[in-house]
């Protein structure tokens, strides 16, 4: 079992930035792929960022070159960067742990952070 604590959203104007964070606790977080998804009023809710097990990442193409996703092994908390950002990047941004072990999944979610970019 994985608990998902999401922070750092809020209120931003256009151009600025800002640092989510998401703090896992319970079995082994570092066998988890961690993905940022975001969700705006009346919309699906869709991938923005994920970091594999590995390292490696990927990302939307709404976002690439403004947004970056990492990882401290040692802290258990996953950070999504938030550069230059825009009025469509605001949404509801959630963290989610996921990895499939054979006939088993495991799918977490957190509560999510909102996200407001407004002048």
């Known amino acids: 079992q994985v608990q998902l604590v999401e922070s750092g959203g809020g209120l931003v104007q256009p151009g600025g930035s800002l640092r989510l964070s998401c703090a896992a606790s319970?079995?082994?977080?570092?066998?988890?792929?961690i993905h940022w998804y975001r969700q705006a009023p009346g919309k699906q809710r869709d991938l923005v960022a994920a970091?594999?097990?590995?390292?490696?990442?990927n990302y939307a193409d709404s976002v690439k070159g403004r947004f970056s996703i990492a990882r401290d092994y040692a802290k258990n908390t996953v950070y999504l960067q938030m550069n230059s950002l825009k009025p469509e990047d605001t949404a509801v941004y959630y963290c989610?742990?996921?990895?499939?072990?054979?006939?088993?999944?495991?799918?977490?979610w957190g509560q999510g952070t909102q996200v407001t970019v407004s002048s």
């Open positions: 970091i594999m097990r590995g390292g490696s990442t």
């Open positions: 319970g079995s082994n977080f570092s066998i988890y792929n």
């Open positions: 989610n742990a996921y990895n499939s072990i054979g006939f088993a999944i495991y799918d977490y």
